[in-house]
């Protein structure tokens, strides 16, 4: 599988640096709190300028998990062509894959900036989560399946429980809300989850069928770019060489039905071989897609699954014998001889 855990130890002890509002006790918002005070929690580490106790530790989950399903097709919780730097790592309040996002040159740059929904789905939580987690002003959308969708500190939202929002819809504002007396620089704090057991249940992001390069990357929106509720119209944005990367060419390629094209492609620097099935509808929509390359004599490799936008790349090097390729999108499937051989 993708989603693999780790347990990120993202803290950045920067000297001097203080932190205001010191508890980062877990907290569920549905349930009454108990009369007995919260045991003391541990004791925070200073982290990133204005990430200080950043997110929560936990919210209530009311869905039921009985029925899972691949990822919705997420993408950036921005608008389209916006550009933002992901950061796992800056906040020492994260225990799996959170996210803190930003762009401009200065702190606030970005405060007010919109915030849009990274799928479609059902709102579940739009309120302030007050001294109960650091959320802020939270909204939490799910996207049924068992996933779910995290945005807080928002300075505004744009939306309430219950409320269908479409992907690319907006939902609030870039803001800095925290618990009461958290002092925290304006950014989104992102997360997706699936299925219960925190944090555990906090997932790798995937944007536009990418994983985030995980623990910083600046991601640029594909949400909602072709205008139509996004990721269901529109060209792929990948393509054969961005999925098996710099320096391999098409050498060899079949049309899987109306569904996509799987492509063998040739590196003559490191002399592999990759392959790659490059999806044509369905954008966005996790669907089953496969490539695979196996070299004669050797075991295949094989990338099946349901995916947003492409399947692969598998790679393999293969001098001196040949080579059969091939995938397969939705129903449509293609299966070469042993080819291509040296
Ligand atoms: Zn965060």
């Known amino acids: 599988m993708r989603l693999k855990l780790m347990v990120v130890a993202g803290c950045m002890a920067l000297p001097g640096l203080l932190l205001t509002g010191a508890t980062a006790a877990a907290a569920n918002p549905a349930t009454p709190s108990p009369s007995t005070t919260p045991s003391p929690p541990p004791s925070a580490t200073p982290s990133a300028p204005g990430h200080e106790n950043d997110p929560p530790n936990e919210v209530a989950s009311t869905e039921s998990y009985s029925t899972f399903r691949s990822s919705p097709g997420f ?3 921005f608008p389209c062509g916006q550009a933002w730097a992901g950061n796992n790592s800056g906040s020492s309040a994260h225990r799996g894959y959170e996210l803190d996002f930003n762009r401009g040159n200065t702190a606030s740059a970005d405060l007010g900036d919109t915030v849009v929904a990274a799928a479609a789905g059902k709102v579940v939580i739009s309120s302030h989560q007050g001294s109960q987690n650091g959320f802020g002003n939270l909204v939490k959308i799910d996207h049924g399946g068992g996933w ?14 219950g409320d269908t929002v479409a992907q690319g819809q907006k939902v609030g504002t870039v803001g800095k809300t925290s618990r009461p007396g958290n002092n925290i620089s304006p950014h989104l704090h992102f997360e997706v989850r699936q299925g219960a057991g925190y944090p555990g249940n906090i997932r790798k992001a995937v944007f536009n069928g990418v994983t985030f390069g995980y623990p910083i990357q600046t991601v640029t929106s594909k949400n909602a770019c072709s205008g139509g509720g996004g990721g269901g119209g529109g060209a792929n944005p990948h393509t054969p060489q961005s999925v098996c990367g710099n320096g391999y060419r098409v050498v060899d390629s079949a049309a899987l039905g109306a ?12 002399r592999n071989n990759c392959v790659t099935t490059i999806k044509k509808n369905s954008l966005g929509k996790a669907t089953a897609v496969g490539a695979y390359l196996e070299v004669k004599g050797k075991p295949r490799v094989t990338d099946n699954g349901n995916f947003t936008y492409f399947a692969g790349p598998v790679r393999a090097a293969a001098p001196g014998k040949c080579v059969k390729w091939g995938g397969k999108a939705g129903t449509a499937v293609y299966n070469s001889p042993f080819e291509h051989c040296g």
Request: overall charge positive; cysteine-free.
């Open 75 to 77: 993408q950036l919780p």
């Open 148 to 161: 779910t969708t995290f945005y807080a500190h928002l300075n505004v939202r744009s939306v309430s429980a």
């Open 259 to 270: 569904g996509g094209t799987v492509y063998l492609m040739y590196n003559s620097a490191n």
